[in-house]
């Protein structure tokens, strides 16, 4: 074969070499693209809406939001409204369970071998989104059982142990 010959084949092999890897590179911007917007519309969708105030998570009724859940659920059944709660309180332990488990796996695979800092902090990344699904799952739960839209400041009020009252026997 000449050398102008080689030339030629080289020349038309990373051409083709370089059009694939364009192909490949294209595909994968495209890909990372549309990640990137699911995760903005992901992130979107969870940020209150409005502008946070001192009491944006306050009440915003002032029933409390019993009359607002009356008429979202105006036209709903009573098994309908126990199946939602049935199935919030079911996303709420699988989120808690993921959460746990995330957390879980972290000592597990570094005593398997695995030991990566990018696996420490994606653990923990995991178990904060599911935790706060978790959260929000149980949030919802909370407004069904209570009966109306409830603010986030009540649930806390109402879900954390600094809420205990202490009894104590007068003297």
């Known amino acids: ?18 059009f694939g890897a364009r192909i490949f590179f294209d595909a994968a911007s495209h890909a990372a693209t549309d990640a990137v917007d699911n995760v903005q519309n992901t992130i979107d969708e969870l940020r209150p809406k409005g502008r946070l105030r001192a009491r944006s998570f306050g009440d915003r009724y002032r ?13 709903l059944e009573v098994t309908e409204i126990e199946a939602a709660l049935a199935a919030w309180d079911r996303d709420s332990s699988i989120y808690m369970i993921t959460g746990c488990a995330a957390l879980g796996a972290i000592p597990v695979l570094y005593l398997l071998g695995h030991r990566s800092f990018y696996l420490l902090i994606g653990g923990c990344i995991l178990a904060m989104i599911a935790f706060a699904l978790s959260m929000k799952a149980d949030f919802r739960a909370w407004q069904i059982r209570q009966g109306r839209v409830g603010s986030v400041r009540d649930y806390f009020n109402d879900r954390l142990p600094s ?9």
């Open 1 to 18: 074969m000449s050398e102008k010959g080689r030339i030629r084949r080289f020349a038309a092999w990373n051409t083709k070499r370089l």
């Open 163 to 171: 809420n205990m009252q202490i009894l104590s026997k007068d003297e």
């Open 63 to 75: 029933d409390g939001g019993i009359e607002r859940f009356k008429e979202l659920s105006r036209d």
